[in-house]
């Protein structure tokens, strides 16, 4: 149990265009996701976090305008990166609370996002 | 603000040979820790957690962390490593319960040698 599914796992594209990244709880309802972005051998850093039916919470430092953040129903929390430049390219991993044991979040295996 | 220190960015062991994977906190409140496991094309699996009680924390595939407030360490171990223990290894806190998002380490890149 406790499967979290991102996707694609992979996304290559073009300057100027946006990218949507998905994220789903597949085995149970996930109260809380979180987005994370992994520059090369770097950490992880906390980009939002999203609850269902509200409008996510941000950390300082990004771009809300540039990373939306949907998070329609308990299972599905989506991340959409606007007008992406090469900038933006990096390694996004979701993760999501909710399932057993209790406050744990599990992760999805990530997205590659190329802009080229 | 929480921090997470890895000192180690790479570790090399050989096979049979025990590991220490060290962590380092900064947290105000009582932390809550956590040690995750990258592999490439998967996404991190927990390897184990503290939140309260035992300070030696059992956790899956065999390893092991024990929590030490006076240092604010919270050290993985494992006593004899697998090929497959191979991957990238996070230590993690948390704060609001374990139902906040996550500071992480830099990360300990663990290579085993045959």
């Known amino acids: 149990g406790a499967v979290v599914s991102q996707h694609p796992s992979r996304v290559i594209c073009k300057s100027g265009t946006s990218v949507k990244i998905e994220c789903r709880s597949l085995?149970?309802?996930?109260?809380?996701m979180f987005w994370y972005r992994q520059f090369p051998k770097q950490s992880l850093m906390l980009m939002a976090t999203?609850?269902?039916?509200?409008?996510?919470?941000?950390e300082q430092g990004v771009e809300k305008d540039k990373f939306l953040i949907n998070h329609a129903s308990l299972t599905l929390s989506t991340l959409t990166v606007t007008s992406a430049h090469p900038e933006d390219s990096s390694f996004y991993i979701c993760?999501?609370?909710?399932?057993?044991?209790?406050?744990?979040?599990?992760f999805g295996a990530g997205t590659r996002l190329s802009v080229l | 603000a929480q921090s997470v220190t890895q000192p180690d960015i790479h570790i090399t062991v050989s096979e049979g040979a025990s590991l220490e994977l060290r962590c380092n906190y900064s947290?105000?409140?009582?932390?809550?820790l956590f040690w995750y496991v990258q592999s490439p094309g998967q996404g991190l699996q927990l390897l184990l957690k503290?939140?309260?009680?035992?300070?030696l924390v059992q956790g899956i595939k065999g390893f092991e962390a024990e929590f030490k407030r006076s240092q604010s360490s919270f050290n993985l171990r494992k006593p004899s490593v697998h090929w497959s223990d191979a991957a990238e290894y996070f230590c993690?806190?948390?704060?609001?319960?374990?139902?906040?998002?996550?500071?992480f380490g830099k990360g300990t890149h663990l290579i085993i040698q045959p």
């Open positions: 993760s999501a609370l909710g399932g057993a044991p209790k406050n744990i979040q599990y």
């Open positions: 085995d149970f309802q996930a109260t809380t």
């Open positions: 999203s609850n269902e039916g509200s409008k996510a919470t941000y």
């Open positions: 947290y105000g409140a009582t932390p809550y």
């Open positions: 503290y939140f309260s009680g035992d300070t």
């Open positions: 993690a806190v948390g704060s609001g319960g374990g139902a906040d998002g996550l500071t």
